[in-house]
């Protein structure tokens, strides 16, 4: 049980060249959000998924696409990168009811040039 | 609008010392109240949360926290840090206009002195 995986650990993109942070879960949970970390900013919520096939937006979507297909994959896109996207990632899973406990996975460092 | 204030950005405790740190929440219904730790380079970690009943929790790490309505606070509790505690601390509330999320505070930064 490897809990939430996500890939890579650390990026360094070009401004405007796009990519894709994959976040997994083998937990079978129905609820996947994507964060990024700066500091002084705590955790802020970029989209979340409810289950496959149903995304919302958090309070910083913008020049963040997500999709979810499965219940186990919530990738999170960059389409132009921008060098304040550079920030830390945080993506976590939890079973689908608003009082269980979000799952964490170890951070992707996005460094934009 | 729904948000989460942890007014002290760094506090510093000797070992054996108590701890509190705090948490206010803004939410006009019935609040989804947690706690995470974050170690340097980690992910975040549940240490305990609150959505009902006994309005003091217990959770990991000899952590507790107590949800006071009448305050909208929600502050974690230690009495006695050791060094390994030395971490970052974040407060969150659960939310649901229609489908849920969550909203973090900006989290506290525990040093922990020997």
């Known amino acids: 049980n490897a809990g939430v995986t996500q890939t890579p650990k650390f990026q360094v993109l070009k401004t405007g060249q796009s990519m894709t942070l994959q976040c997994a879960q083998d937990m079978n949970h129905e609820y996947m959000s994507w964060y990024r970390q700066d500091p002084g900013m705590g955790l802020r919520l970029i989209h979340y998924s409810v289950g496959a096939g149903i995304t919302d937006q958090g309070e910083v979507p913008n020049g963040y696409n997500v999709s979810r297909s499965t219940t186990e994959d919530f990738p999170l896109r960059l389409l132009s990168a921008a060098p304040s996207q550079t920030s830390v990632y945080f993506c976590a899973s939890s079973s689908g009811q608003i009082s269980e406990t979000q799952y964490f996975g170890p951070g992707t460092r996005l460094l934009v040039l | 609008a729904q948000s989460v204030t942890q007014p002290d950005i ?30 340097p380079g980690q992910g975040l970690q549940l240490l305990l949360k609150y959505f009902s009943g006994d309005t003091l929790v217990q959770g990991i790490k000899g952590f507790e926290a107590e949800f006071k309505r009448s305050q909208s606070s929600f502050n974690l509790r230690k009495p006695s840090v ?17 489908t849920y999320k969550y909203i973090f505070g900006t989290g506290t930064r525990l040093k922990v002195l020997a």
Do not use: M
């Open chain 2, 82 to 98: 050791h060094w390994s505690d030395a971490a970052e601390y974040f407060c969150a509330v659960g939310v649901s206009p229609g």
């Open chain 2, 10 to 39: 760094h506090i510093t405790v000797s070992e054996g010392a108590s701890l509190e740190l705090r948490c206010n929440y803004s939410y006009g219904a019935t609040p989804y109240l947690f706690w995470y730790v974050q170690s």
